[in-house]
């Protein structure tokens, strides 16, 4: 691994442990909290194994599909529109970065948003929208559009952290400067918003260990800097 890989997985390490270690401190939670285990198979089992294994078949899932598709979006966006997910495109991602989103990979909405958003792809009138894909005509990022492409799989998936109550708790917390919101969140809150972190970080993980096949990393870090990755 380069220099420069070496540098920027440093500081994704750095920004999951800020993130989880200001949760902790704003809600008053314990980050040595114990998990359920099971026994099974002749071994004890947490729900911590459970997930990673399930993160592991998912990456190596991702993977297949990519490769098959030569890593190109275009042919990746056909086979996201064959599992039931609408894709559209405009002309400026402005219109999306108004309501605090960004283009690439939308969870459902309801209510203003939802409508906002049925107009600007011309859907019409709906306070309700199932997740979609809303890119800006033209090229698109390739490394990019894998980290939203990762964010949606995982959402077909159903993995902890990518449902959309989980992301909207991450968005908060992530541009919110009170603290005292946080500090009102159920417990069932608080884990859902440590499990979108976690999430979060897998997806430009999974990204950079893509990008070691390709030139280009400075870019590709550049883009996701500009198109509102979490980083």
Known sequence: MSLFKKIVMFFLTLQERRLTNNLNKTLGVKSNSKRKSF?????FMSFDAIAESEKTKMEEELALILKS???EPKEVLEYIKKHGTSVFYIDNSKSLN???????FIYPQ??????YLSLLVKQGFNLK?????????????KYYFIYHFYNWYAFKHNIAGMDRDSQELLKKFLFSSSEEDFSKLQLADIYKLKDAIKQDKA???FVFKLCRQYEG???ALQKLKENGANL
């Not at 108004?98 to 690439?104: A, R």
């Not at 199932?130 to 800006?136: H, S």
């Open 39 to 43: 026994y099974t198979n002749g071994c």
């Open 217 to 219: 990393t400075k870019q």
């Open 203 to 205: 997806s430009i993980e």
């Open 98 to 104: 108004s309501i605090g989103e960004n283009e690439g």
């Open 69 to 71: 598709s030569n890593y």
């Open 110 to 115: 309801k209510g203003a948003k939802a409508l």
């Open 129 to 141: 929208t199932n997740e979609m894909f809303i890119l800006t005509k033209g090229e698109i990022n």
